[in-house]
């Protein structure tokens, strides 16, 4: 719970809330690493995004991560994306 508290926490410093600027966090499990990881990704609209690791979990908290997800959505504004995770 600490670990999720520091991420947040990294996340809000992240948030600078520009003009035309995106910011979502996206969070990817690798099935053959057996890794979670949690990227903060940010760009302005019509280039290229920015991604930056912050956060990274052992495999078996995957099933955790779809409510880190939607704490990271209510206790910051970005939004949050899945990838590699089975629907």
Known sequence: MIYEDELIEEINKRLTKQLNKLYWVRI????FSKMVNVFFEYGEIHSS???VQIGEYDGIEKDRMHELGKRIECETDARVEFAGFDK
Do not use: I
């Not at 990817?28 to 099935?31: C, D, G, K, N």
């Open 28 to 31: 990817v499990y690798q099935r």
């Open 49 to 51: 995004p920015t991604s």
